[in-house]
C-alpha cells in the first residue's frame, strides 16, 4: 500500500531533489543554508512527526559544510548526529552511514588517518549490511576511496593501491577523482614517479568544485619526485588557485598545497 502523502510534503520531496542536485553542481554554501532552514522545521508539521526528514536535512548540511572545507568546524554536530541516528531501520543505518562517511573525510584533513582507517572499515561493514535490503548511492565506494587515502597517509602505499585499483573500473563519477587521485599518490608514495604522472595524465574526469586542485596537487607531488622543480612548481601553483577559487580557506586541500609548494620551493 502506497503511503499517503499531503501537498506540503511532496512539496519538501521536491526541495530535498533540487537541493541533492545543487549539492553536485557545487552549491555548498547555499545548500548548506536551505538544508538548515529545513531542519529548524519543527517535527509535529512532518507526517506522524517523524524525525528523519530532520535528519536528511542535516546530513546534507554537514556534507555541505565538509565538502566546502569546513570539517573541524562541524564535528561535533557530525558526532551528535551519528549518536542520535542510532539505527532503528534502515533509512535510519543508511543515513547514519553516510554521516560516518563525513566524518571519516574530516578525520583524513586532520591527519588521524588510524581513526580514519577504523571508521572506513566499519562504514564498509556496516554497507555489508543493509546491501540487499535498499540502495546504497556511492556510500560504499566513497569509504573505499576514504579507506586507500587514509592507508597513504599511514604510508601503507601498496595498500592503497591495491584498494583504488580494484575499485575504480565501478566507481561513480561522484567518486571518480578521489580514487584515482589517491591512486597516483600511492605511486608517488613508493617511488614510482614515472607510472604516477603517466597515470594522472591518461585520466582527467569531469571534475565538481570540490575536487578543485586534487588532480594537479598530486601531479605535482609526483613531478617533484621526479626533480622536474619547475613543472612541479607551476603545477601546485595552480592547484593553490583553484583551490582558493572554490574552496574555503579552512580546507586541507589548501593546507597540503601550500606545504607541497614549501618543500619545492624550499621555504617550508
Given amino acids: ?14 526541495t530535498f531533489a533540487r537541493l541533492f542536485d545543487e549539492f553536485r553542481a557545487g552549491a555548498y554554501e547555499e545548500v548548506e543554508a536551505a538544508a538548515r532552514a529545513l531542519a529548524a522545521v519543527p517535527p509535529s508539521q512532518w507526517r506522524r512527526g517523524r524525525s528523519l526528514p530532520r535528519w536528511q536535512a542535516l546530513t546534507l548540511a554537514t556534507g555541505a559544510a565538509v565538502a566546502h572545507g569546513r570539517g573541524t568546524e562541524v564535528l561535533p554536530e557530525l558526532e551528535a548526529l551519528i549518536a542520535e541516528l542510532e539505527p532503528v531501520d534502515v533509512e535510519t543505518e543508511l543515513l547514519r552511514l553516510i554521516v560516518r562517511n563525513h566524518r571519516t573525510l574530516v578525520l583524513i584533513g586532520e591527519g ?6 577504523a571508521e572506513a572499515l566499519d562504514v564498509l561493514r556496516g554497507t555489508t549490511r543493509i546491501a540487499r ?14 579507506l586507500a587515502t587514509a592507508l597513504c597517509g599511514q604510508g601503507r602505499h601498496e595498500e592503497a593501491e591495491a584498494v583504488a585499483r580494484g575499485n575504480l573500473p565501478r566507481a561513480r563519477k561522484s567518486v571518480l577523482a578521489a580514487l584515482h587521485a589517491v591512486l597516483v599518490r600511492s605511486l608517488t ?5 614515472e607510472e604516477a604522472l603517466a597515470e594522472a595524465r591518461r585520466f582527467t574526469p569531469p571534475l565538481s568544485r570540490g575536487d578543485s586542485g586534487r588532480l594537479d ?27 582558493r577559487r572554490d574552496l574555503h580557506p579552512a580546507h586541507p ?8 609548494l614549501g618543500r619545492i620551493t624550499g621555504d617550508e
Fill in 217 to 243: 596537487l598530486v601531479t605535482a607531488e609526483a613531478l617533484h619526485g621526479l626533480g622536474r622543480r619547475d613543472e612541479a612548481e607551476a603545477t601546485v601553483r595552480r592547484a593553490l588557485a583553484d583551490c
Fill in 1 to 14: 500500500m502506497k503511503s499517503i502523502r499531503t501537498p506540503r510534503e511532496r512539496a519538501r520531496e521536491k
Fill in 189 to 193: 608514495g613508493r617511488g614510482r614517479y
Fill in 253 to 260: 586541500r589548501i593546507r597540503e598545497a601550500r606545504a607541497l
Fill in 112 to 117: 588521524r588517518h588510524r581513526e580514519a582507517e
Fill in 133 to 146: 535490503l535498499t540502495s546504497l548511492g556511492a556510500v560504499d565506494l566513497i569509504a573505499l576511496s576514504h
